[in-house]
């Protein structure tokens, strides 16, 4: 009878993990969205310590990419994407931290966006808060930064 009762449950077990797999996220779900959050740190963390290299690595400019953003006072700039990976003299390396929440993730296979709420801090403690939009690809097995929007918000 013990035999029976388990050749019952072995038969139910595929139908088990497939209603499994559609109802939990996945591992590796998880482990892309993880990757992404530490590539994206990095950007932000590179940026503001004028590391250009490390900047860079973040980074693929493909003929697509587009690099937007808009100031507090409206102004929108579309600039080259080039520039995240050969910032002008200046540009990067101001200093400060910054900390990213309310991540939301699509990913499907090698292409992702993610978009976030950032809180900037200046070196002179000033905050500023930002929605972005990032999208991604995967390259050699790493996830890298294709293009961006960033628009200012006001902290509620």
Request: glycine share 10%; aromatic share 8%.
């Amino acid at each position: 009878m013990r035999s029976q009762v388990i050749m019952i449950g072995l038969k139910k077990l595929p139908l088990l993990f497939a209603l499994l797999a559609v109802l939990t996220p996945s591992y590796g779900q998880a482990g892309e969205e993880a990757a992404i959050r530490q590539l994206l740190e990095k950007e932000s963390a590179t940026w503001r310590s004028g590391d250009r290299e490390g900047h860079a690595s973040c980074w693929a400019i493909r003929p697509y990419s587009r690099i937007v953003f808009t100031t507090a006072d409206g102004t929108t700039y579309d600039i080259a994407p080039q520039v995240m990976i050969d910032p002008p003299e200046g540009m990067m390396g101001q200093g400060g931290t910054s900390s990213n929440s309310g991540y939301r993730f699509q990913i499907s296979g090698p292409m992702a966006w993610v978009s976030h709420d950032e809180e900037s801090t200046a070196p002179d403690g000033t905050k500023t808060y930002t929605l972005e939009f990032r999208f991604l690809e995967k390259v050699d097995g790493q996830w890298k930064l294709v293009g961006q929007s960033i628009h200012p918000k006001k902290q509620e």
